[in-house]
C-alpha cells in the first residue's frame, strides 16, 4: 500500500498537488492558537500562492528585518527598550524582554494576522497602517537631542524636517513620492505594472529572455538550484551586500584623496533598465575620477569598473565618451540588459550641463 502511495505520489502531478494543499490547509487551521507563540506561519503559505507573494518572502528573507533582532542582540547598546522596533515579539507582548524575544522582524510588525483573526477565506491584503505612514515609527528620530547622534533619521531625510537648529527643506522625494519609503523598498510585480502578473506570463517572459541570450529555443523544467549554482548565489550575496563592498565602493572611500581645483558634478538618466548615476571629479576640463552606479545589471560585473577607466583623463565632452562607451558595449561578453550606449552618454551629457555653468 505504502509502495502504491509513492508511486502514485511521483507519477500523478494532481495528487501531488491534492495533498499538498490539503497539508497545507490543516497547518493553517491548526495555527490559530500558536500564532502569537511563534509568528512565523504566514511563510508556511504565501511562497505557494502566487509569484507575488513568493518574491515578497524571498526578499523579506535577505532584508535587514528578517535579522532584526539578531543585529540588536549581537549590539553592546542593546537594551529593552529597542525591541519596539527589532522584534515582532513587540506585536504580541510590549512588556517583551531582550532575554525572552525570540522573533526577528516578520510580517506581522507590518500586516495584520489574518489567521489568528480566524479568516482564512478571500483573504485581503491589509497592512497595520497606510503605505505612506508604515516605515515611520521605526524608520525616524522621533527626538532630537543637541549634542547626541541621532539614530534612524531616515523619516526626517526623506522629508527634510526635525533638523536641530536648521529650516525645514523637503526633499525632492518626499514631495513626489506619495507612498513613501514602500515605493522604492518594497516594490512589487502589481505595483511596478500597474496591473496582475500570473504564473504564465512571467514563464513565457522568462523563457524569451533566456532564448534571447543563448539563440536557441528552450525548456523550462521545475526544480530547485544545484548545488554549485545555490554556493555561487550565497557567496555572490555575500561579497556585494556586506558593508565593506559599500564603503569600498563608496566615494567617501574612491573620493578620499581629491587634489585641488577639482569640481564635482553628477548626472543621472533613467533607462528601461532602471536609474543610470555618474559621479564626475572633473579637473581642467577632463574626467580626473568618477563612479557609476545604478539600478541596472552589468554582466560581467567588472565591465563598470572598465567603463570608468575608459573614460577618466577623457576631455568632458559627450562625444569622447560615446566613443569609449559604445567600445565597451561592443565586447561579445558584455550584456547590460535595458540600456544602450545612449543611456549612458545621456547621464554623462547632464553631469557636464551641471558642470559649464561651475567652470565659467
Known sequence: MIHQLISHWHSNKNIRLILGFSLILLVCLSINDVFA?????????HPLLTPETEIQVTEWKSSGHAKSLETLKAS??????????????????ENITLDNATL???CAVCHEDHISLGITADV???LLKPKNELCNDC???????????????????????GGIGVADSPSLHGEIIEDGCVTCHAPSVETETGRSVGTSELETLARKTSEGIFGKKISLLPGALSGPEKRYAAEYQEKYTSDTWFYEN???MRFKDVPPGVVM????HKAPAGLIRVTLLVRGGRIHDLIITGDFHPSPYRVLKDMEESVRGKPCRVEAVDEEIARIFDRPEVEIAGTEVGDFSAAFSRAFQVLEPRTH
Open 37 to 45: 507563540a511563534t509568528g512565523k506561519p504566514c511563510t508556511l503559505c
Open 76 to 93: 553592546p547598546d542593546a537594551e529593552d527598550a529597542c525591541l519596539k522596533c527589532h522584534t515582532a515579539d513587540y506585536v504580541f507582548d
Open 104 to 106: 526577528n522582524n516578520d
Open 124 to 126: 485581503e491584503p491589509t
Open 139 to 161: 524608520h525616524s528620530a522621533s527626538s532630537g537631542i543637541p549634542g547626541e547622534k541621532p539614530r534612524s533619521a531616515q523619516f526626517e531625510i526623506f522629508t527634510g524636517t
Open 250 to 252: 563608496s566615494e567617501r
Open 265 to 268: 558634478v553628477e548626472g543621472r
